[in-house]
């Protein structure tokens, strides 16, 4: 099992809130993502664990989750899909979307 999948297991036994973005390096508006990703992070601090997972390094996860496209944003808790979305946000908007699933 790849080490960032069974990290994805481990925090959903612990029941903790994940949030994933699916990427690749040669997407252009997986770039622009990067700073927004950045911002909020800072904004939602430890209320979420952040993994981004490039789709091209860990196929088979994309595969698991079911990816169709990059970016590819998903909020896990409890072992449960409660939120995903093709393309991205603004940071403030993502809070909004987001902190009431968490």
């Given amino acids: 099992m790849d080490r960032i999948d069974?990290?994805?297991?481990?925090?959903?036994?612990?029941?903790k809130s994940i949030f994933i973005d699916f990427f690749a390096t040669w997407c252009a508006p997986c770039q622009m993502f990067d700073p927004i990703w950045e911002e909020l992070k800072t904004m939602m601090g430890d209320q979420l664990e952040f993994i981004k997972i490039d789709i091209d390094l860990l196929p088979e996860i994309a595969i698991k989750y079911e990816v169709k496209s990059v970016p590819t944003l998903l909020l896990i808790k409890n072992g449960?899909?409660?939120w995903r979305m093709p393309g991205f946000l603004f940071a403030k908007d993502l809070k909004k979307i987001i902190e009431p699933l968490i």
């Fill in 80 to 82: 449960e899909e409660k």
């Fill in 6 to 15: 069974h990290h994805i297991e481990e925090l959903q036994t612990a029941q």
